[in-house]
């Protein structure tokens, strides 16, 4: 079994509402040290081993479901390991 962590962020080329909203809060609150802030997803999934290599089938769950690649780039990390 796998543990699978995939994280989704905007491009950098793409405008960040969300992103710019928290800066504001934060600046406001007296935290202007912050400079940037850029809202992702993350998502932890649970994979059983296949005969079918697994950044094979991360890829292709990333680029058909997970994220929209024309705006979002995305990665991932993977972990073996033991359910009992």
Do not use: W
């Amino acid at each position: 079994m796998y543990k699978v962590k995939v994280y989704v962020s905007l491009r950098e080329s793409i405008l960040d509402p969300q992103g710019n909203a928290v800066k504001n809060a934060l600046h406001s609150m007296s935290y202007g040290e912050v400079q940037d802030v850029r809202i992702g997803k993350y998502m932890e999934l649970m994979i059983e081993k296949t005969d079918r290599p697994l950044e094979e089938t991360v890829k292709e769950m990333c680029e058909k479901l997970l994220a929209n690649t024309v705006i979002e780039d995305y990665r991932f990390e993977a972990e073996e390991v033991v359910v009992q």
